[in-house]
């Protein structure tokens, strides 16, 4: 089990930005994925962004040129990923989740094929 924590939503104001916030404990020999889902009420989650580990990313077309994700998998004891939103709308507004995705040899990454979700953080745009 890898404990994802989250952080960073609030509400701002039309045109405001916020940073999020998605950490966890790296593990040897394997490899994290990380993507951040929003879920507005009363509609299904959906997709925002992805990085990989290697460092490729991508956008829904409704966030493109507005969200940047971004990770920092260099230090030993915490992997933290970042989705900095930029020029918000009230659409924004939801829930947002970042979810993990755990890749590696399975005799050295006791969780590849892993994933887990964070706990959420609301971002709420007016």
């Known amino acids: 089990h890898v404990q994802l924590v989250e952080s960073g939503g609030g509400s701002v104001q039309t045109g405001g930005s916020l940073r999020l916030s998605c950490a966890t404990s790296p593990l040897s020999y394997c490899t994290y994925d990380m993507s951040w889902y929003r879920q507005a009420p009363g509609k299904e989650r959906e997709f925002v962004s992805r990085?990989?580990?290697?460092?490729?990313?991508?956008?829904?077309d409704s966030v493109k040129g507005r969200f940047t994700i971004s990770h920092d998998n260099a230090k030993k004891l915490v992997y933290t990923a970042y989705l900095q939103m930029n020029s918000l709308k009230p659409e924004d507004t939801a829930m947002y989740y970042c979810k993990l995705e755990v890749s590696g040899s399975d005799t050295y990454c006791p969780l590849n094929g892993y994933s887990d979700w964070g706990q959420g953080t609301q971002v709420t745009v007016s």
């Open positions: 990085i990989d580990s290697d460092g490729s990313t991508t956008y829904a």
